[in-house]
């Protein structure tokens, strides 16, 4: 059973996300929280195995929160999942630097949410290359400060490890990356893994930031 905490300061939206997700035979809602701060109180009594957090919230918002679950080793099979008004949200690039496993806009139709919890408990990242190139090109086209921490750069990967990390950027999964560099998807999966070691990264969508940051893929294209 996959259990989901949810984190948004309205209501209503929580309301319709719990009919959603309890109406799924195989996931639930362990809890609600209106606010950042009750969302790491409660991620942290409750271990769900996701959190879905909207990133605009009183008292502490989304980024925090998620900065600081995944940043808690009791949780470190929680993965969250951050919630947007639209699909390309100023902020949501923090939240994936933050540690957040993907993002989904608001409109998204309930079997589309169901999925996505899915992919996200699963250990996966839920990213749309083409929502994350736009994401992260609006992002370097508008330089701003910010107070989160520079991941790792990819200075000591191997060069088939520096071409797996640039292919998990464009979106390709394990099997894809495997039949692109004749590989077998184990060690396809190796490579991933070995990468995401080394850099520090908490899972495949801090590797799609990193090969960005790093210019592996020009988002621009």
Known sequence: MIRVLLADDQPLVRAGFRVFI?????????GEAADGAEAIRLATELVPDVVLMD?????LDGIAATRAITADPRLA????????????DEYVFEALRAGASG???????PEELVSALRVVAHGDALLSPLATRQLIADYIARPRQTS???LGTLDGLTNRETEVVRLVAEGLTNDEIAER??????????HVNRAMTKLGARDRAQLVVMAYQARLIDPTS
């Not at 309890?22 to 362990?30: I, R």
């Not at 969250?80 to 699909?87: A, D, I, K, N």
């Not at 993002?103 to 139709?109: A, H, Q, R, V």
Request: aromatic letters at 6%; hydrophobic letters at 50%.
């Open 22 to 30: 309890d109406a799924a035979p195989d996931m639930e809602v362990a």
């Open 55 to 59: 990133i605009r919230m009183p008292e």
């Open 77 to 88: 099979d929680t993965r969250v999942l951050v919630l947007t008004t639209f699909e390309v």
């Open 181 to 190: 560099l004749f590989l077998s998807p184990a060690t396809a999966k190796t």
């Open 103 to 109: 993002f989904l806009g608001k409109g998204i139709e």
């Open 148 to 150: 989160t921490p520079a």
